[in-house]
């Protein structure tokens, strides 16, 4: 089955204590990215990736950090998470820049993070 | 930069009648994606309906069309025949195909559509 997969889907966590939200796609997609969503913000950007080892910064990126090392995965790092980055949090994957702009962008489930 | 405007917070329909959500954008470049997107309850994410914007017809599938007005940088979700499960909140978003923000998809802020029975 194609899909999105992220872990953890719920955390709790207090400030400062690092935390690594992980993501893999089963659908050899290029694209990848990673979205924050808020009460009355919508979906944010925070870094998105055309392909293994290209990663560059959507809207909100302060704050974190990603890496591209396989086609795969693409975690989101969290070095000293604050209160202000509690987020419901999504990634998700496309087939390159077609698949984008066709708008087949498949989501994962979301992950649900509280900072202390 | 993008920006995506959806003015409507929050919007109700009787089951069965057709609703219009809006939504308008901002962008320089002459190619670019406009998408809709539905997020039940649930939270998961759920692609409804994509335009390009040299597509000279509207975009339709199922109950679901894109009234796309490209002058006025609109493009407004219709649904027709309302049914209680698209109870949701509704995204607005759009893709540059060219230039350096490829891959910089930007959403707008939602808008919570509520189906009365």
């Known amino acids: 089955e194609a899909q999105v997969t992220q872990n953890p889907r719920y955390l709790i966590t207090v400030t400062g204590k690092k935390l690594t939200v992980t993501c893999s796609q089963n659908?050899?997609?290029?694209?990848m990215s990673w979205y924050r969503q808020d009460p009355g913000l919508g979906l944010r950007q925070i870094y998105y990736?055309?392909?293994?080892?290209?990663?560059d910064k959507g809207d909100v990126p302060e704050g974190y950090k990603v890496s591209r090392k396989e086609k795969r995965n693409f975690p989101l790092i969290l070095e000293s998470p604050s209160p202000n980055q509690t987020s419901l949090y999504f990634c998700?994957?496309?087939?390159?820049?077609?698949?984008?702009?066709?708008?087949?962008?498949?989501f994962g489930e979301g992950s649900r993070l509280t900072v202390l | 930069a993008q920006k995506i405007t959806q003015t409507q917070p929050g919007m109700f329909v009787q089951e069965k009648e057709a609703v219009t959500l809006d939504c308008t954008y901002d962008?320089?470049?002459?190619?670019?994606?406009l998408f809709w997107y539905k997020q039940p309850s649930s939270g998961e994410m759920i692609f409804l309906i994509y335009q390009g914007s040299y597509d000279e017809q509207n975009a339709t599938e199922g109950r679901y069309s894109l009234n796309f007005q490209k002058a006025r940088k609109s493009a407004n979700l219709v649904i027709s025949a309302s049914q209680l499960g698209d109870s949701a909140m509704y995204f607005c978003?759009?893709?540059?195909?060219?230039?350096?923000?490829?891959?910089?998809?930007?959403f707008g802020k939602g808008t919570k559509l509520s189906v009365k029975p």
């Open positions: 962008t320089s470049d002459q190619s670019y994606g």
């Open positions: 990736s055309m392909n293994v080892e290209v990663t």
């Open positions: 978003a759009a893709a540059e195909a060219d230039g350096g923000s490829q891959g910089n998809l930007i």
């Open positions: 998700a994957s496309s087939n390159g820049l077609a698949g984008l702009s066709t708008g087949e962008l498949f």
């Open positions: 659908m050899n997609h290029e694209y």
